[in-house]
């Protein structure tokens, strides 16, 4: 006499082991999201990380450019003192910041905030903080990133933002 193992499986179970996996699909990516914006990417101490933005030849007295650095929205100006780059996201509501030529400011669209081109202060509207800098430099025909200016700052502007 032969033994046999069946296996039957009902609709209601397929349905159950189906529901169950894409409960598990969502889960595993909240639980994964969450872990990202808990312990976000950092460079290793003491690695010099220098980003290139553009070409000097690229970006004319007057005109900006836009780039992303360490993960944020930013903005390189070239102003007759030289070249100034600013975190772009708005210390208010973490709206993104653009250059206006005509006004010669940087200026928030969401509620009108407006930035100092040269410091990154706050020249009137909401925002309660002035613009996070970025350390750039100029060597080899180009301009480079180098670091936040104060990284504990940025860290909480993007906490308010939302950014990871």
């Given at each position: 006499?032969?033994?046999?193992?069946?296996?039957?499986?009902?609709?209601?179970?397929?349905?159950?082991?189906?529901?169950?996996?894409?409960?598990?699909?969502?889960?595993?990516?909240?639980?994964?999201s969450i872990l990202k914006y808990?312990?976000?990417?950092?460079?290793?101490?003491?690695?010099?990380?220098?980003?290139?933005?553009?070409?000097?030849?690229?970006?004319?007295?007057?005109?900006?450019?836009?780039?992303?650095?360490?993960?944020?929205?930013?903005?390189?100006?070239?102003?007759?003192?030289?070249?100034?780059?600013?975190?772009?996201?708005?210390?208010?509501?973490?709206?993104?910041?653009?250059?206006?030529?005509?006004?010669?400011?940087?200026?928030?669209?969401?509620?009108?905030?407006?930035?100092?081109?040269?410091?990154?202060?706050?020249?009137?509207?909401?925002?309660?903080?002035?613009?996070?800098?970025?350390?750039?430099?100029?060597?080899?025909?180009?301009?480079?990133?180098?670091?936040?200016?104060?990284?504990?700052y940025v860290k909480t502007i993007?906490?308010?933002?939302?950014?990871?």
């Open positions: 006499m032969e033994d046999k193992i069946t296996f039957t499986i009902t609709r209601r179970k397929l349905t159950e082991i189906l529901m169950g996996l894409v409960a598990l699909f969502f889960a595993g990516g909240a639980i994964a808990l312990w976000p990417a950092t460079a290793a101490k003491g690695e010099n990380v220098e980003i290139k933005i553009a070409n000097v030849d690229e970006v004319p007295t007057g005109s900006v450019r836009k780039f992303m650095f360490n993960g944020k929205a930013s903005v390189l100006l070239h102003m007759p003192a030289g070249f100034r780059a600013f975190g772009s996201v708005c210390t208010h509501l973490g709206c993104i910041a653009s250059w206006s030529p005509p006004d010669n400011l940087i200026i928030c669209p969401c509620h009108l905030g407006k930035f100092d081109p040269n410091t990154g202060a706050v020249v009137s509207g909401p925002p309660p903080s002035p613009l996070p800098a970025i350390d750039v430099v100029v060597k080899e025909g180009a301009v480079y990133a180098l670091a936040w200016k104060d990284p504990a993007s906490f308010y933002a939302g950014a990871a």
